[in-house]
């Protein structure tokens, strides 16, 4: 704690430029105890820390990082996100000018990633550039000092990181491994789900901090609590009935789901767990295996209970006519798309609608409407509102709660001076609430009654191009579905013209006050928001806890914090992790405690989400404290020892049947003592390569244009997941590889790879092999690729670890690859093999192109420089590299030149 201490007492405040005023000021405030206590725990000895959420994960990792700032210490930092990314070296960066991190990634070339290594520091390297590196040995693995791995519970034996981890216990037993999470449901889910995190990790301390422990409710209890006034807001009948109709077409999704599939259990898929996006996950795992054998019903069901759950944000967080648009763009939708949710015919979903739709157009007595009739007899009537219909558009309630809070706030600024914070749920409600402040409610329901409009219009024409899209005009079919359109059509413009259209003279009102609001707006809010994550409206800032994407920094909370430096916060929407953010806030900043209001839904699903939230963060962290009570852990699972590196890497070497010749591949393989797999650098992005070195065989990274693994100098392999493979197929590009790798390898291989956990078919549900070729059928066209290419073989694999148990298979009696002469080949396309145009006869042309060494980027080159084979077959070395390149003219020139048969 002490180097902690000096790193941070070096930040200096000589400049108040902006960001370093919004970003330096944090690193210099101290530690909370609980915070301390849990720095010092895990600089003693290596582990997992898992932080409840909201508790300043974020202030230990900077805390940690700070003291390796140093150019004599090289200290890696491994598994961020963009946002991390981001915070992380804007921080660092003011705290120690100096010699601030930096951020290695694949732009940079080799050898500028080597220098960088080399000058040492704390460096936050991309997972898949940093595993090819250390392959190659272009990073100094003996002399790097620790790896801090961020978001720990995303570790798995297969991942890149456990890979990196791997490599680096290899040669390297003294460094330490620090890794940190926030995120405790993750790691207790499954079985055994934090003991395979540890072992991944090479790790055997598990450090936990929820905020029940003793020593953190110590730490927080003191006067320096933020005064919390919980503002219960009363739902709109509307509302009420909304969430009513909600919750029953929820149930009834869920009811069908377990009566379609009765094998699942239901414990943890119910109407409450079903609101969080955990839920999704949870079904996933179970599903995932059978996926392929489930009907369109089933499928369409996972898809629905997403959709309901969206409903329910879409409830609380925008206005009445945002909802309502999202409702008749989802009953659009599947109309063209033929997209059949079940919970759209339920008696649920006409209340749904209904309700929604009297949010924005209610049944007044004292609007006035005009019937109009058009095109005749037999045509629809529509119902014009003449008055502004903006003065009857439902407000959210919680707006006119917020903005008499501020009124309230402002009104007692004079005993506590300081600005309001609006803390919301996204990027679009932080626009909306801000567009309420400065124009009031009308303006802004206004315009999005415009985006209503607009969007009805377009929305009949959409079903019917959908549907032209579906079948063609010309045949049986395309008339009937142009039949069944017209009447769909003629459906969906009687049930637009339902909802009453806006007065002509309104609608230019609308539109003025629209393209004022355009007008002063100035800085868009959006660009605000993405970027500072703030809007400024001087007394009042409204901040947004996520981006419409729904990506969220644990740290954009706290910087905003630092730069408004407010005395009154409104939560229009409760979250867990932003209230902690606030509670450890009011206690590092001095000055009287901070005034919090929660504005909460009184019986609303939202309250019952955010309680659910809660519970199930404490349920997780439980079942750690338990689990690490009982988990057994090996002695040397951190790998300091040396011995589970040896039991892990199992020796696979040559076989004793291949003749050892002095000098050859097989010879030097054996004096290297493993077997080795030339991988193509794209391929590093998958789990294989880390599966492969796991079984003990050396991987060498190279960029490969033909195949993927190149086994043998007889073998290579191109692997192809079930998406890839069905995508290659469509586009023809599996042809050209095909023929690539029958052409310089004696036994290519094409690897068909399948998930772990998932289908091992290609057929789906209903799916039948007739008796005939059908080009639109994979397996077709698969066995179309084999009568074309006889010498291709085909492998299946059930997951990657499958593959690599295969491929330790296939390297038996095998000499090593050479991967300098796998790298020099190239591939060869079918149009620069057989175009007639370019002035070369095609027999010489097609003999050149065989030899080693030529490859498309060369060939006519060569043939422009040399008269025929003889002059080529003559030239020297330097000449020969000169002419085709200096790889391939060491091949093409061994291959003239070959004595090895005197």
């Known amino acids: 704690m002490a180097a902690a201490a000096a790193a941070t007492a070096a930040v200096t405040d000589e400049t108040n430029d902006f960001p370093a005023a919004r970003f330096g000021d944090d690193l210099v405030a101290p530690l909370l105890e609980f915070q301390e206590d849990a720095l010092t725990e895990l600089m003693a000895d290596d582990g997992l820390t898992v932080v409840a959420r909201g508790m300043g994960l974020d202030r230990l990792v900077l805390n940690l990082l700070q003291i390796y700032c140093d150019p004599s210490m090289l200290v890696l930092v491994i598994n961020f996100t963009a946002a991390d990314l981001e915070f992380y070296l804007d921080q660092l960066a003011v705290a120690v000018p100096h010699h601030p991190p930096r951020h290695v990634t694949n732009e940079m070339s080799a050898d500028t990633r080597n220098a960088i290594y080399l000058e040492a520091g704390v460096l936050f390297v991309t997972s898949r550039i940093l595993v090819v590196d250390m392959l190659l040995g272009k990073v100094p693995t003996d002399l790097i000092m620790g790896i801090v791995v961020l978001n720990g519970h995303r570790v798995t034996p297969t991942s890149s990181e456990a890979f990196i981890l791997r490599l680096y216990r290899l040669e390297n037993r003294d460094g330490f491994i620090k890794a940190f999470s926030d995120n405790p449901e993750a790691l207790s889910r499954g079985f055994n789900g934090v003991e395979k995190t540890l072992k991944s990790l090479w790790m055997r301390k598990l450090y936990l901090w929820p905020r ?16 919390v006034m919980q503002v219960e807001v009363q739902q709109t009948p509307h509302m009420q009935r909304i969430q009513i109709a909600i919750r029953t077409l929820l149930q009834a999704c869920l009811r069908e789901l377990k009566q379609k599939r009765p094998e699942l259990d239901m414990e943890h898929l119910s109407t409450e767990t079903a609101l969080m996006s955990e839920f999704d996950r949870t079904l996933s795992r179970q599903l995932d295996p059978v996926w392929h054998l489930l009907g369109p019903s089933v499928k369409q069901l996972v898809k629905d209970v997403r959709t309901l759950r969206s409903l329910v944000g879409h409830l609380y967080h925008y206005d009445a006519v945002s909802f309502f648009h999202y409702l008749e763009a989802l009953r659009t939708s599947n109309a063209a798309f033929n997209e059949n949710s079940s919970f759209l015919f339920l008696d649920a979903t006409d209340d749904l609608y209904s309700n929604a739709k009297e949010r924005v157009f209610p049944k007044n007595p004292k609007a006035k ?87 009805k219009g377009c929305s ?15 045949s049986e079919a395309g008339r009937a579905a142009k039949r069944r359109r017209r009447k769909r059509t003629s459906e969906t413009a009687n049930a637009a013209s339902a909802a009453p259209t806006v007065d002509p003279t309104a609608r230019a009102s609308m539109e003025e006050d629209t393209a004022e609001m355009n007008a002063l707006a100035g800085a868009p809010d959006a660009e605000l928001l993405e970027y500072f994550g703030e809007i400024d409206l001087e007394a009042v800032v409204v901040c947004a806890l996520r981006t419409d994407s729904g990506a969220r920094s644990s740290a954009s909370l706290e910087c905003v914090l630092r730069d408004v430096q407010p005395r ?53 962290f439980e079942s750690l404290i338990r689990v690490k009570q009982t988990m057994a852990i090996p002695e040397d699972q951190d790998g300091r020892a040396g011995h589970r590196q040896e039991l892990e890497r199992m020796m696979v070497g040559p076989s004793e049947s291949v003749a050892y010749a002095l000098g050859s591949p097989a010879k030097r393989s054996r004096k290297e003592g493993r077997a080795k797999v030339v991988v193509d650098m794209r391929e590093f992005r998958s789990s294989l390569p880390s599966l492969v070195h796991a079984r003990g065989m050396d991987i060498i990274p190279v960029t490969l244009e033909v195949g993927d693994y190149v086994l043998s100098p007889e073998i290579c392999v191109e692997r192809k997941s079930v998406s890839d493979l069905i995508g290659s197929l469509n586009s023809g590009r599996l042809y050209n590889q095909a023929l690539s790798m029958t052409r310089y390898y004696n036994n290519a291989v094409l690897l068909i790879e399948f998930e772990e956990g998932k289908s091992f078919t290609l057929l789906g549900h209903g799916d039948v092999l007739g008796d005939d070729v059908e080009f639109r059928n994979t397996m077709s066209k698969l066995v179309l690729l084999l009568i074309t290419f006889p010498s291709l073989r085909l492998l299946w694999s059930r997951n990657p670890s499958a593959t690599a148990d295969s491929f330790a298979a296939l390297k038996k009696h095998q000499a090593e690859p050479d991967e300098a002469l796998a790298a020099s080949i190239a591939t060869e396309t079918t149009d620069v093999l057989e175009s007639a145009d370019d002035g070369f006869a095609p027999g010489p042309k097609a003999f ?42 060491k091949t093409l020139y061994d291959f003239f030149h070959n004595t090895s048969g005197k």
């Open 568 to 620: 009154h916060v409104i939560m229009v929407d409760p979250e867990l992790v932003a209230m902690r953010q606030l509670e450890l806030y009011s206690f590092a900043t001095p000055g009287p405690p901070l005034n919090v209001y929660v504005c909460n839904f009184r019986d609303s699903i939202q309250e019952q989400k955010f309680l659910t939230s809660i519970r199930l963060e404490r349920q997780a």
């Open 369 to 455: 409407k005009i019937k109009t009739e058009e095109g005749g007899s037999g045509a629809s009537a529509a119902s014009v509102l003449q008055a502004d219909p903006r003065t009857h558009i439902e407000v959210n309630p919680k707006w006119r709660t917020v903005q008499h809070l501020v009124k309230m706030i402002a009104r007692e600024r004079g005993t506590v001076p300081g600005r309001t914070l609006v803390c919301v749920a996204d990027g679009k409600t932080g626009i909306q609430v801000a567009d309420f402040f400065r124009y009031g409610a009308e303006k802004v329901l206004g315009d999005q009654l415009l985006r209503y409009e607009k969007f």
């Open 212 to 227: 029940f422990q003793q020593s953190v409710i110590e730490a927080l209890d003191s006067k320096k609590q933020p005064k």
């Open 460 to 474: 009949a024409s959409l079903t019917a191009n959908a549907a032209a899209h579906q079948a063609g005009p010309g």
């Open 848 to 889: 050149l192109s065989k030899l080693p060494g030529i490859t498309s980027s060369n060939i006519r080159r060569v043939m422009r420089g040399v008269k025929n084979l003889r002059e080529l077959s003559v030239k020297s070395l330097p000449e020969m590299q000169a002419l085709v390149g200096k790889s391939g003219g």
